[in-house]
């Protein structure tokens, strides 16, 4: 079992930054892959980055490829999500998420990951 809280959330204008942050629990958080995921209202939930768990793998989508920046501590069980230049179509909820690394799919697909965090919004205003 693994219980995720994500945090940093909030408003900011675009051009902005924001750091998000999900820390898990449990003490295999490096045997997992982690995610962030997002859901804007009336859309359906969209993957943003992953990273495998020794973070030799790094993936993005193209919507936030060269702005986005995941990055986890295995030491303090944490998953962060930087994002720098800000976009109104950013605003979304955030959802951190975790896979174990045994699970066969694709690190890109929601229904691949078995642990959800509540969410923290995060709205960029134009």
């Known amino acids: 079992q693994v219980q995720l809280v994500e945090s940093g959330g909030g408003l900011v204008q675009a051009g902005g930054s924001l750091r998000l942050s999900c820390a898990a629990s449990?003490?295999?958080?490096?045997?997992?892959?982690m995610g962030w995921f997002r859901q804007a209202p009336g859309k359906e939930r969209e993957f943003v980055a992953a990273i495998r768990p020794t973070g030799g793998s790094i993936y993005y989508s193209d919507s936030v490829n060269g702005r986005f920046t995941i990055s986890r501590d295995n030491a303090q069980n944490t998953v962060y999500l930087q994002m720098d230049s800000l976009k109104p179509e950013d605003t979304a909820s955030y959802y951190c998420a975790a896979k174990a690394e045994t699970i066969q799919g694709s690190d890109y697909y929601f229904r691949n990951y078995a642990y959800w965090g509540q969410g923290t919004q995060v709205t960029v205003s134009s």
């Open positions: 449990g003490r295999t958080f490096s045997r997992y892959v």
